[in-house]
């Protein structure tokens, strides 16, 4: 099993501010990698696939980068719609897994 | 539009067993793996299960095989998870969601919950 490690756990940020999320695969998963984020009693929404390919009416300020092990979502200019859980998601091999989700709250 | 619309999650005993289905509309459901994503209270996400858009190919978790069956009707756009045995550690909110190798998860239905409990 694909073991997928976030980081940090929990994110402080000011409105306006950048904010780097990790993602760390176990083993290569290529570009096969999902972020998505859920807020409180929400489904979760896919915001990026393919390490950086924004989903559909995903605003310019998510990007995610990376390949093979190591993964990054930033989100630029944090908005307070921004303010929640983010997952990244490895889809190259089975079983899917996620990682553990890292909580980004105002700071 | 795109709507997925969970059902049948409930209370029930440890060792009992539940039926829960997903009905789809807005897509072309038979071309489209399904994939089931549960969540503890309080926990992340952890998938539990895909079945592919013809029905013949499943996958699982582990600690759900043998337990639990995916399955779909494509001519109702509706899938289908039968959980048996269930246990305390089963109780979560489950997803059903759309699944595609080059996309993962696009669309989330907005949950059920399933609560194992005596």
């Known amino acids: 099993e694909i073991v997928m490690t976030q980081s940090p756990a929990t994110l402080s940020v000011s409105p306006g501010e950048r904010a780097t999320l990790s993602c760390r695969a176990s083993?290569?998963?290529?570009?096969?990698l999902a972020w998505y984020q859920q807020k409180p009693g929400q489904a979760p929404r896919l915001l990026i696939y393919?390490?950086?390919t924004r989903a559909t009416g995903i605003p310019a300020r998510f990007s995610g980068s990376g390949s093979g092990t190591e993964f990054t979502l930033t989100i630029t200019s944090l908005q307070s719609e921004d303010f929640a859980v983010y997952y990244c998601?490895?889809?190259?091999?089975?079983?899917?897994?996620f990682g553990g989700g890292t909580k980004v709250e105002i700071k | 539009e795109v709507q997925l619309l969970e059902s049948g999650g409930g209370l029930v005993q440890p060792g009992g067993s539940l039926r829960l289905s997903c009905a789809a509309s807005g897509f072309t459901f038979s071309s489209y793996a399904m994939s089931w994503v549960r969540q503890a209270p309080g926990r992340g996400l952890e998938w539990v299960s895909t079945?592919?858009?013809?029905?013949?190919?499943?996958y699982y978790t582990d600690s759900v095989k043998g337990r639990f069956t995916f399955s779909r009707d494509n001519s109702k756009n509706t899938v289908f998870l039968q959980m048996n045995s269930l246990r305390d550690e089963d109780t979560a909110v489950y997803y059903c969601?759309?699944?595609?190798?080059?996309?993962?998860?696009?669309?989330w239905g907005q949950g059920t919950l399933v609560t194992v409990s005596s």
């Open positions: 393919g390490a950086s």
């Open positions: 083993q290569s998963v290529s570009s096969n």
């Open positions: 079945v592919s858009g013809s029905g013949i190919n499943t």
């Open positions: 969601a759309t699944y595609t190798s080059s996309s993962a998860s696009g669309y």
């Open positions: 998601q490895q889809y190259y091999d089975w079983p899917l897994t």
